[in-house]
């Protein structure tokens, strides 16, 4: 029987590798998975997935690294891009205000690695060198692995690492679809799974990767979206929040991470409302479920007319992402989108989701009031995957006040409609509910055509 290790680091891979059916299809295809996770002590995430031949082990992410803030630092400098700027300049993703000081540093020593030959293989190989991460290596020798599936490229903990000590065959896949951008990747694995031709093209850029190692699928999470699983009529929808179903709704989703005040641009859309120059629409208010305590930035706007903010998920703070792992947080996900007639947000991954269920998107880039550069919008569109989203063109991106409303009344009171075909093709892949299948097919086939190595010798 062959065996398979298959990290999960957070609780929304959950969603992605059990939910979808990536695990149990490797099950019922005879594998022996050992799912190497910082949960194993929580059986309760994966008891509706219990199998004689599933099996949970830790996943030490708690190792000790020397120089650990400074290699962070070569891994953004290697791969540097408008993405690593915004970080250097914004600190965007981090809790940290931007530092003056540290920016022209980085700009100096770090940045400048990208232009240097042979600058990822090189770094990557001294980390190795000097952190060979071993906690994992017990694990090798106790069940001797064929192969080796980290779920959440960059963090894979060393596993990639001693699965080289071993010859185990290693594929790696980036946990969302802006990953590739950010950093570089601290191992590079035999095969990189990724969901998109965007992110074909980045690891082939900016990570090193060959295009024969690459293998695109599609985003597995939106299988349930070609699926249609656990669809409520839009009466039922309608009375779980209490709107009125003659109504249109617009469905708002949170960036997280307290990038800017989001309830402003929320305001707005009712002030147009209430001075008429909008149709009365329901707004539902999604929080962003990987951040502790973001659905309490709405809860002011609870009890005004015609909104609702949506508390429906659980998150679970034991997890690094505080995810709620439940198939009905997927469900309830997939209905707001299904059941809105446009989804605002500032420019998240949400649109992708919510182009996948046919819903049109706005975007906004731009701030509602006076606001230091430091705290802008405008900040959030540096970013290359955020740049190349947009110009893709699948979504309406209002950079006004008076475009926002113009888009707003094109879609709810017009019925316009945005060509996604280029969006679809460069982020998204394919919306055929096989995305999953794909994965499974990929992992398969490498551990058949070991076997058969294996015969002939």
């Known amino acids: ?32 998975v050992v799912v190497l996770t910082p949960y194993y002590k929580m059986p309760e995430l994966f008891s509706s997935f219990a199998h004689k031949n599933l099996i949970l082990e830790p996943l030490h992410w708690d190792q000790k690294e020397k120089f650990r803030r400074f290699f962070k630092e070569l891994y953004k400098g290697a791969v540097f891009n408008s993405s690593v700027y915004a970080r250097y300049r914004y600190s965007i993703g981090t809790p940290q205000n931007p530092s003056t000081v540290l920016f022209p540093l980085r700009m ?3 940045a400048p690695l990208r232009y240097v030959p042979f600058a990822k293989w090189i770094i990557r190989a001294v980390h190795s060198f000097i952190n060979p991460l071993l906690a994992h290596d017990y694990l090798f020798e106790k069940y001797k692995p064929d192969l080796v599936f980290n779920t959440a490229a960059g963090g894979d903990c060393g596993v990639i690492e001693s699965a080289r000590r071993f010859g185990v065959i290693t594929v790696d896949m980036p946990k969302t679809w802006d990953n590739v951008s950010q950093a570089l990747f601290s191992s590079k694995a035999d095969f990189l799974i990724v969901w998109n031709n965007f992110m074909r093209e980045k690891a082939i850029t900016l990570q090193g990767y060959s295009d024969t190692e690459i293998i695109v699928t599609g985003i597995p999470q939106f299988d349930f979206y070609a699926r249609k699983e656990g669809l ?7 009375k779980k929040h209490n709107f009125d179903p003659k109504k249109k709704i617009i469905l708002y989703g949170s960036a997280g991470a307290k990038l800017f005040d989001e309830s402003k641009h929320v305001l707005l859309i009712r002030k147009f409302m209430d001075e008429g120059k909008l149709a009365e629409a329901n707004i539902l208010i999604r929080p962003h479920l990987g951040y502790k305590g973001d659905a309490e930035r709405f809860l002011s706007l609870r009890g005004q007319k015609g909104m609702a903010v949506d508390t429906s998920d659980k998150q679970n703070h034991a997890l690094r992402d505080h995810y709620d792992t439940s198939i009905e947080h997927v469900y309830n ?17 949400l649109s992708l989701d919510a182009i996948a269920c046919g819903t049109p ?14 705290a802008s919008v405008k900040r959030l569109f540096i970013s ?30 017009e019925n316009q409609q945005r060509d996604v075909q280029n969006m679809i093709s ?31 010798k």
């Not at 998107?361 to 430091?374: I, L, M, Q, R």
């Open 108 to 110: 100096i020593f770090f």
């Open 333 to 349: 996900l997939f209905n707001s989108l299904y059941h809105a007639d446009v989804c605002v947000n500032v420019a998240s991954t």
């Open 232 to 238: 409520l009529s839009r009466e039922d929808f309608c």
């Open 384 to 413: 290359d995957y955020v740049r190349h989203l947009m110009e893709s063109r699948g979504t309406w991106l209002a950079r006004s006040e008076e475009e926002f409303l113009k888009f707003l009344k094109n879609i709810l009171e």
């Open 1 to 32: 029987m062959k065996t398979i290790f298959i990290t999960v680091s957070r609780g929304g891979i959950i969603r992605n590798m059990f939910h979808t059916g990536v695990v149990s299809r490797l099950l019922e295809s005879g594998f022996h």
């Open 426 to 456: 460069q982020f998204i892949y394919k919306l055929d509910g096989k995305s999953a299948e794909r994965i499974n097919e990929f992992l398969t086939g490498i551990l058949n055509a070991k076997s058969k190595t294996q015969n002939l």
């Open 361 to 374: 998107v706005v975007n906004f880039n731009f701030d509602v009031t006076a606001t230091p550069e430091s």
